[in-house]
């Protein structure tokens, strides 16, 4: 039986216990009914608790599940990149360490310490995307990026807090332009949400801007808060590229005739792989996987040292880009999201988006609120890249690709949530240890880390020890 069958009967039997209360939740549901293993419809409208416990099993069983040839596992005809594009020569084996297809499931990867968890230098993935003509035989930097796998934990509010920054991003644009145009001379404003600057941006009366003072952000102002770039802009973005890279299952929405022309794109005899149904419970089961946690240290001695460490985390700057939290207006993720373009499903591309408010979780209740009513989610990040190498301090100017015309130094900010968990470090997974990945700290944080650097071992083991109180709670 194939996996995607499975997961369809597992559906149908949670439909067909839960279907009662459907008009009572005044919910617009397109059911999420499964056939011949397909989420037939994507979900729309509010889904109560109820519908969302269903649509996560959906997902999580999707998130886990180990591909098969008979669920179209595999790409023959189709490249790892995210345009769909065909291959110039057929591989002769199923698997491919370097340009993929190269596991069964995502949870191969994302294992550790669970399931949507971080992954081993193991797991490394080498991005090549963006270049069309690909089927790597070689390591060889030149031709790919290799990264580290990153945990999932509290992703739903990573990309709800990038839309509300992208949101504040453009309506400052928008207000410049508007100024300019009645003052009839240029205006410059200051480009700032939930606290980050992201540079100035001066907008001229003919309605043109001048976007040459910007920083750390692409110049549309999306905020992009995916891969360790930050060049990707949503859970359902990547979901659609992981499946096709990593497992050569093709989403609809991207490989389907509607933009290419075909219904079976990657000509392995089977069409529809990942209906946007299918995407959605996968983006559900992401979006909805809980914020890491403070755990409580073991011994009164790591306890102290924490406490100190945490000071330190502010005296030594760190919290300059991992902010300890920032501040989130609304719990509510909607599906599919506002920013994303051809080949992600977006808002503007479904008659009725699926929304669910993340405040019907429990770990989500536990979140601080400021005096606003504002969730504080305790990311420590920013969401803003940096460039994080210089002259004498450039380990991690390791790449030689310049993803999507971002600076080859520069990076977005780890969030440090879950940092006690996910070892090793650093985006190619390759510092053992968190002393090293700070002390590799150069560029814009080179004076943060000097400070490090030029304490006491006892105050920088404090800090470390503050760090490895941040935990995915299994
Ligand atoms: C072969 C290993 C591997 C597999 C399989 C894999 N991933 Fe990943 N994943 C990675 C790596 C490596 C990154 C970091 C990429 C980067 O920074 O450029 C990543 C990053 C992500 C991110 C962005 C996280 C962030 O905070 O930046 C998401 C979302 C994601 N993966 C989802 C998935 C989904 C969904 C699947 C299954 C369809 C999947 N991954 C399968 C290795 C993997
Ligand atoms: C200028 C912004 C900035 C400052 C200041 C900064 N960091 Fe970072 N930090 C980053 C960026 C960017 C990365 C991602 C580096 C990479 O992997 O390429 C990072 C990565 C990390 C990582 C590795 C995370 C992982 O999962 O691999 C740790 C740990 C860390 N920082 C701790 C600190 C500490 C402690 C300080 C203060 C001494 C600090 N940082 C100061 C921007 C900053």
Not at 44 to 67: N, P, T
Not at 128 to 155: I, K, M, V, W, Y
Not at 436 to 450: F, N, Y
Request: proline share 5%.
């Amino acid at each position: 039986m194939t996996t995607k069958r499975l997961i369809a009967i597992a559906a149908m039997a949670a439909l067909i216990t839960g279907t009662g209360s459907a008009a009572s939740d005044k919910v617009e549901w397109a059911e999420i009914t499964a056939e011949l293993g397909k989420v037939k419809q994507a979900p729309s409208g509010h889904l109560s608790f109820q519908r969302l416990k269903k649509l996560l099993d959906i997902g999580e069983a999707l998130f886990v599940a180990k591909f098969t040839t008979e669920d179209g596992a595999g790409r023959p005809a189709a490249t790892q990149a995210i345009d769909p594009t065909k291959v110039r020569h057929q591989p002769t084996e199923p698997f491919a360490r370097l340009s993929g297809p190269d596991s069964l499931a995502c949870s191969s990867c994302h294992n550790d310490p669970v399931p949507g968890g971080a992954g081993g230098f193991v797991t490394n993935v080498f991005v090549s995307e963006g270049f069309t003509n690909a089927n790597f035989d070689t390591s060889d930097p030149q031709f790919s990026n290799e990264r580290g796998t990153n945990h999932l934990f509290g992703a739903g509010l990573v990309e709800l807090l990038a839309r509300e920054m992208s949101a504040d991003l453009a309506a400052t644009r928008s207000s410049a332009l508007r100024l300019a145009r009645q003052k009839a001379r240029p205006v410059e404003v200051t480009l700032e949400s939930k606290g980050v600057s992201f540079g100035v941006l001066t907008a001229l009366p003919d309605g043109l801007v001048d976007l040459s003072g910007i920083d750390g952000v692409d110049t549309d102002l999306v905020i992009r808060p995916f891969s360790q770039k930050g060049v990707m802009t949503s859970l359902r973005q990547f979901t659609v590229n992981a499946m096709n890279h990593h497992h050569g299952m093709q989403a609809t929405e991207r490989f389907g005739s509607r933009w290419t022309g075909e219904n079976d794109f990657d000509e392995d005899g089977h069409s529809n792989e990942m209906t946007p149904g299918d995407i959605s419970a996968l983006v559900a089961w992401q979006a909805t996987l809980p914020a890491p946690g403070i755990q409580t240290p073991a011994s009164d001695a790591w306890k102290q040292a924490a406490r100190s460490g945490a000071d330190l985390f502010n005296d030594w700057t760190c919290n300059s880009c991992h902010r300890q939290t920032l501040p989130l207006d609304s719990l509510v993720f909607s599906d599919p999201g506002p920013y994303d373009a051809a080949g992600t499903l977006d808002d503007k591309q479904v008659e009725v988006t699926a929304e669910y408010d993340l405040k019907m979780l429990e770990w989500a209740q536990k979140l601080p609120t400021d005096e606003q009513g504002r969730v504080l989610v305790p990311l420590f990040g920013d969401l803003k890249r940096h460039k994080i190498t210089d002259r004498q301090i450039a380990a991690l100017g390791n790449e030689l690709l310049s993803q999507r015309f971002v600076g080859r130094d520069v990076f977005m900010t780890t969030e440090l949530w879950g940092i006690g968990s996910t070892a090793p470090y650093g985006h190619r997974n390759n510092f053992t240890t968190l002393n090293s990945v700070i002390l590799a700290h150069g560029g814009a944080a080179r004076d943060s880390r000097d400070l490090y650097e030029a304490a006491p071992e006892e105050k920088r083991l404090a800090l470390i020890a503050y760090l490895r109180t941040l935990v995915i709670n299994k």
